[in-house]
């Protein structure tokens, strides 16, 4: 019997590519007005976010140095100077990229008709800026706890100490609870091993989910599949 949901924030809860893509793009512009390749920023852009992201949460570099590295590869990649203060220059991004904040339309129907389970957030983010996105649209303490590497003992998913350190926070065990979440890796077949049961939450409609993982396009298809296990 499903007990809790964990769910992932940015792609599930929270529009993170829409707000992305569009202040990287408002950055570029700015930085480097007319630039011929203006129109493959955002996903140069997105392309960058897992190496980088992954050299930091394994421990080979600062939440900062991960950020100066990504903005140094985009700059390389696209053949334009260096900003002499690249601290400055991500925070110009990093500013816009707070304004594009959004939850998704479909997030306070799914909550709502859920009511009565534990929740939490399971994410691979930073802690404090993952809290602050929620406070933002409008979740702060509304989800349970926020659950990143940084308070799991270094686990970040698809790490099966990352979804087992979870349902714990929860109260729960891994049996009991349901992730929903974007990333087929980290999301759908990662929690599989520790007994945690997964929902891909395909946005895209991209393509059919691994055989045996239900696929859902919209939160609003998350609430009868609860109610049915």
């Not at 707000?19 to 950055?27: K, V």
């Not at 897992?50 to 903005?71: F, N, T």
């Not at 930073?126 to 799991?152: C, D, F, N, S």
């Not at 891909?200 to 396009?217: C, H, N, S, V, Y």
Request: charged share 20%; glycine share 14%; aromatic share 6%.
């Amino acid at each position: 019997m499903i007990k809790g949901v964990l769910f992932d924030l940015d792609g599930t809860l929270l529009d993170h590519r829409g707000a992305a893509d569009a202040a990287i793009t408002a950055w570029m512009s700015a930085h480097s007005p007319g630039h011929a390749r203006a129109g493959e920023v955002a996903g140069l852009w997105a392309g960058l976010e897992i190496p980088y992201l992954a050299m930091w949460q394994a421990g080979e570099c600062s939440w900062q140095e991960q950020r100066r590295l990504r903005l140094r590869a985009l700059c390389r990649e696209l053949a334009v100077p260096e900003p002499g203060d690249l601290d400055g220059a991500y925070a110009d991004f990093a500013e816009r990229y707070r304004q594009g904040w959004a939850a998704y339309p479909d997030v306070a129907g799914a909550l709502a008709a859920l009511g009565g389970l534990a929740f939490g957030v399971l994410t691979n983010g930073a802690q404090r800026m993952q809290e602050a996105k929620l406070r933002a649209i409008g979740l702060g303490g509304a989800l349970g706890p926020v659950l990143t590497g940084e308070v799991l003992g270094g686990h970040y998913k698809p790490s099966p100490g990352s979804y087992t350190g979870a349902a714990a926070a929860l109260g729960l065990a891994p049996q009991e609870v349901l992730l929903v979440g974007d990333d087929v890796d980290k999301d759908v077949t990662g929690p599989a091993p520790t007994g945690m049961r997964s929902v891909w939450l395909d946005r895209l409609g991209a393509e059919p989910p691994p055989a045996g993982f239900p696929r859902i396009t919209t939160l609003a298809g998350l609430p009868p599949l609860v109610h049915r296990r």
